[in-house]
T-cell receptor, first 114, second 112 residues
Framework: DTGVSQDPRHKITKRGQNVTFRCDPISEHNRLYWYRQTLGQGPEFLTYFQNEAQLEKSRLLSDRFSAERPKGSFSTLEIQRTEQGDSAMYLC????????????FGQGTRLTVV | QKEVEQDPGPLSVPEGAIVSLNCTYSNSAFQYFMWYRQYSRKGPELLMYTYSSGNKEDGRFTAQVDKSSKYISLFIRDSQPSDSATYLCAMSPQGGRRALTFGSGTRLQVQP
């Protein structure tokens, strides 16, 4: 499968615990995005990497959230001290770069904080 | 007010009908326009991608962009039950991070 891959698909965690999600983009894509989607809403932008550089973070990304993309390949999104309001679908997308804006999404990681 | 507005539906049509889905936006900097289809509990799947104004056709799907009115549309001809999903419009400006701004999605149900 050469699409965007996310792991895990589902995660249930207790409030206050830390969680980490992984995204493997399409191999030649240098841009990687994280979005969050809540029920009945469209995805909202969280953060963006070009290669290994994190170039922008949304104000939605509180200091409990951190993302990395070591070596410009896969990316991880960590949420520390989870809260019930963090419950959502976390989506990763990748695109080829300046001349191609088509972004392809993974299947998402559904987080439930209990 | 949101940058991108989309009627949430649900929209219910009989099989074979022509479906019209629409979004309006307020940011005149948007240059790239996309439509995604999202099945329940799945990630969004890219359907159509257009740059600036005009029409684009791909099989049963036609995307239209009217930048003067800040209005985009997706038409689905000969709709099928398998088209039942949530349709999300998305757009981004030229240059910069190119992150997408999404509408809230329209839920479509095609009745057999």
């Amino acid at each position: 499968d050469t699409g965007v891959s996310q792991d895990p698909r589902h995660k249930i965690t207790k409030r206050g615990q830390n969680v980490t999600f992984r995204c493997d983009p399409i191999s030649e894509h240098n841009r990687l995005y994280w979005y969050r989607q809540t029920l009945g809403q469209g995805p909202e932008f969280l953060t963006y990497f070009q290669n290994e550089a994190q170039l922008e973070k949304s104000r939605l990304l509180s200091d409990r959230f951190s993302a990395e993309r070591p070596k410009g390949s896969f990316s991880t999104l960590e949420i520390q001290r989870t809260e019930q309001g963090d419950s959502a679908m976390y989506l990763c997308a990748s695109s080829l770069g300046q001349k191609n804006t088509e972004a392809f999404f993974g299947q998402g990681t559904r987080l439930t904080v209990v | 007010q949101k940058e991108v507005e989309q009627d949430p539906g649900p929209l219910s049509v009989p099989e074979g009908a022509i479906v019209s889905l629409n979004c309006t936006y307020s940011n005149s900097a948007f240059q790239y326009f996309m439509w995604y289809r999202q099945y329940s509990r799945k990630g969004p799947e890219l359907l159509m991608y257009t740059y600036s104004s005009g029409n684009k056709e791909d099989g049963r799907f036609t995307a239209q962009v009217d930048k003067s009115s800040k209005y985009i549309s997706l038409f689905i001809r000969d709709s099928q039950p398998s088209d039942s999903a949530t349709y999300l419009c998305a757009m981004s400006p030229q240059g910069g991070r190119r992150a997408l701004t999404f509408g809230s999605g329209t839920r479509l149900q095609v009745q057999p």
